[in-house]
């Protein structure tokens, strides 16, 4: 019975002291783990949406790329990261959804070991080439890696685009070649040498290079034209029907993040994106804003995983 008394002394002290923390929080600065290359989409974005939330805080608020392994190793840090709403992750469709069934072993659950926070945004993936390429659609890629294959490499500098060419090879049934690049940076800066001739990556990383006329657009992956690249066809509109490819990006925190922090973060963040110079922002980077409950973010990333696993699966898709 003493031993008894004690646990439940101890756990209440320690929900008493969790319930104050969160009172009184942020009391320091916090860091948001990025798991993708500085520069990429997802980083830009983060960095200009830490920056808007900060300002409501109080506290600053500091990004930590973290790359490798598809954004499982800035993920998996993020998992073991304490609880207490100071280390936030960035996730993704790949970090959160797609990885699962692409990787044999991962180290991390998505829906287990992370407290979703809010949606961030949805953007389609861009095809493009260098503009010095006569190619000027998806079809024509397609062409050309019939007549011939090495020809047609494609730059993939994230798990989404790996998925985009995967699915492109099983709907046109065509020997397409994707090479693996840590970050968007690294991708960008071989096509523009003409060392690759196609890259697939977000409409933020690319949109500079094609309003300057450095890139072309070759198609986007949402299955109706999108409004972040106007007059851009889809591959579906080109000839490979069924193909949809939608990335995302979510705030998470590690699982038992107590939900008086999750609730301020939440609130903050969809402040930030009821603004409308903030969604003119980031419609500009290239993201669709959303915001919403963690509950909406929770059951958006079930239906996910349930629209995805069967996919991949059927193509039998594999990173590793």
């Known amino acids: 019975m003493r031993f008894l008394n004690f646990i ?5 002290a320690l929900t008493t002291s969790m319930a104050a923390n969160a009172q009184s929080y942020p009391q320091r600065p916090i860091k948001i783990i990025v798991a993708y290359a500085a520069g990429q989409g ?4 983060t960095r200009y949406l830490a920056a808007q939330m900060s300002t409501d805080l109080g506290q600053p608020i500091v990004i930590e790329n973290k790359a490798g392994a598809g954004g499982n190793l800035g993920t998996e840090l993020a998992k073991q990261a304490a609880p207490d709403g100071y280390t936030l992750t960035m996730g993704t469709n790949a970090t959160h959804v797609l990885n699962q069934y692409l990787y044999t072993r991962l180290p991390f659950d998505p829906a287990l070991d992370f407290e979703p926070i809010a949606l961030v945004g949805t ?6 080439v260098n503009a010095a390429s006569p190619l000027t659609s998806a079809a024509e890629l397609v062409s050309l890696a019939q007549r011939s294959p090495r020809s047609a490499d494609i730059a993939m500098p994230s798990t989404t685009a790996r998925l985009v060419v995967e699915l492109l090879k099983d709907r046109a049934s065509v020997p397409l070649f994707g090479v693996p690049y840590k ?3 690294n991708a960008v800066t071989d096509l523009l040498g003409g060392q690759i001739p196609a890259i697939v990556d977000t409409p933020t990383a690319l949109r500079p290079l094609l309003a300057s006329g450095k890139l072309r657009a070759l198609a986007v992956t949402s299955a109706q034209p999108s409004g972040l690249m106007p007059g851009v066809k889809t591959v579906a509109e080109q000839g490979f029907s069924d193909f949809e490819v939608v990335a995302w990006n979510a705030l998470y925190a590690p699982r038992g993040t107590p939900q008086a922090i999750i ?13 409308p110079e903030t969604r003119q922002r ?3 980077l290239g993201f669709d804003p959303a915001g919403g409950s963690p509950a909406r973010l929770a059951a958006f990333a079930v239906n996910e995983r349930r629209k995805w696993e069967p996919v991949i699966k059927r193509a039998g898709i594999q990173v590793d």
Do not use: H, W, Y
């Open 263 to 275: 609730n301020i973060l939440n609130a903050a963040l969809n402040k930030v994106l009821a603004q």
């Open 8 to 12: 439940l002394t101890a756990a209440f």
């Open 123 to 128: 953007f389609p993936m861009v095809m493009a």
């Open 183 to 185: 970050g968007s940076a």
């Open 42 to 45: 997802t980083d830009i974005a």
């Open 282 to 284: 980031l419609l500009e």
